[in-house]
């Protein structure tokens, strides 16, 4: 992204902020918070159809706001969101807030959402990002390659080469490619240009890391930037294990960053200046403190296009652990995925499954694979074999998924040339079709 002169003083004077911020005690940037989310409910009432009754709850006699009965807001999801279409869109937007652009999520349900972000978002945006930069002391003077675009805008074997990638050095530069290319284009663009760091979905990373280790090709890049999917383990030990520090960014087109791990672990920290943050148990309603829930989140300064109070599908695990960086931003324990990620079976039970090479090497010899539930018994599992003719223990590699899954389920392994992607260029290990919305 370039940044002109007032989008970057802007900027620069948010990351300012943010490093004080960071540090807020919890009833400080509690204040923060509702001094943002006062003016974004006021103006979600008067400029957008979807809240002008949706707020009611929140006001009182004389429009004064009573944050006791923030919780009794509905919450609302991604399909929700789709069947309310314009009403989602505000008529007017403060001046301060800049236009609108338009972008349209990655659709990996089959449910893509066409979201309206203000510019604002985009000022934010900018210094969130380089809050992580900062926090991971990532070289703003080196060169950077994103391998993310799913649109084919920069295909090989060129891409696009251009500058000014981050806050502190307009002049850094960056490569684009688009993600549609395939893993071996994809090395020769990375070997020709040799950027010092790699922006790219983890699984796509871990295929790039895996061939040119395979391949014996020089690996440029020390240090990877993904999201968009969630990072596994076995992800997560083959990059690392090739001598390349990850960050992990967690967000979405609709709800904006929400958060980056913690330099001091896997971990993350939320990034409670830019949007409010709650946990909802299993029932929907209870607001919970820590453990494992469902994501609803409100962005602080879209003005365009408010999701206050939205579901995404994200699950996530809280905790109240203070974090030894000293930083009192609340830590996201683990990231699980999307409500499709997790399995349910005939009597009610979930399960989010992992599962490390280690464990189902000796009975599958897969380069890929990914595992599929149709139904609460019924799993099937798509791989793609290490070699051609590898010996497949289906009994064993059966028996261990119903450890790791369910005792009842039925497995069937499936031999695929290829695994697909989503059109986003995002890849699902575990995707159950049991609860899909």
């Known amino acids: 992204m370039a940044f002109d002169g007032v989008v970057l003083r802007n900027a620069l004077k948010f990351t300012e902020i943010l490093h004080n911020t960071e540090i807020y005690s919890a009833a400080k940037m509690q204040a923060y918070q509702r001094r943002l989310l006062k003016r974004l409910v006021y103006h979600a009432k008067a400029e957008v159809p979807f809240y002008e009754t949706r707020l009611n709850p929140l006001f009182g006699p004389k429009d004064e706001i009573r944050w006791e009965a923030w919780k009794d807001i509905p919450i609302f999801s991604r399909a929700e969101a789709q069947a309310a279409g314009d009403a989602l869109f505000a008529r007017n937007t403060p001046p301060q807030t800049g236009n609108y652009s338009t972008q349209t999520t990655s659709g990996s349900t089959g449910m893509p959402l066409t979201v309206r972000r203000s510019a604002l978002t985009s000022i934010m945006s900018a210094a969130i990002n380089q809050r992580i930069f900062n926090w991971h002391n990532v ?121 980056a791990n913690c330099p001091n672990g896997t971990w993350h920290h939320q990034f409670s200046e830019v949007g409010l943050m709650e946990i909802v148990a299993d029932d929907g309603q209870t607001i919970l403190k820590t453990g494992m829930g469902a994501l609803v989140g409100t962005p602080l300064y879209n003005y365009a296009m408010p999701f206050i109070r939205y579901r995404n599908g994200d699950q996530i695990e809280l905790s109240s652990t203070p ?23 005939s009597d009610g039970s979930q399960v989010w499954p992992d599962m490390n090479q280690w464990e189902y090497a000796p009975f599958l010899p897969a380069k890929q694979f990914q595992v599929i539930q149709h139904a609460p018994t019924e799993v099937e599992v798509l791989y793609v074999p290490s070699e051609e003719n590898a010996e497949v223990d289906e009994s064993g590699f059966s028996k261990l998924l119903r450890a790791k899954l369910h005792s009842d389920i039925l497995v069937k392994l499936t031999k695929v040339q290829a695994l697909e992607r989503a059109p986003s260029g995002k890849f699902e290990t575990w995707k159950s079709y049991v609860n899909a919305s």
């Open 323 to 345: 974090c030894s960086c000293g930083r009192t931003l609340p830590r996201i324990e683990s990231i699980l995925g999307r409500d499709r990620n997790v399995f349910t079976f």
């Open 139 to 259: 070289n703003c003077d080196g060169t950077i390659a994103f391998i993310f675009d799913d649109t084919d805008a920069f295909p090989y074997p060129d891409g696009l080469v251009e500058r000014d990638w981050n806050l502190k050095n307009k002049s850094a530069q960056v490569y684009q490619l688009s993600i549609g290319c395939t893993v071996n284009q994809q090395i020769e663009w990375l070997v020709r240009n040799a950027p010092d760091i790699l922006g790219t979905y983890p699984q796509n990373a871990r295929a790039i890391v895996e061939q040119m280790q395979r391949s014996a090709q020089p690996i440029s890049f020390q240090t990877l930037i993904c999201h968009g999917e969630v990072l596994g383990r076995e992800t997560r030990q083959v990059i690392e294990g090739a001598g390349i520090k990850i960050i992990d960014r967690f967000g979405g087109e609709d709800i904006g960053v929400i958060s």
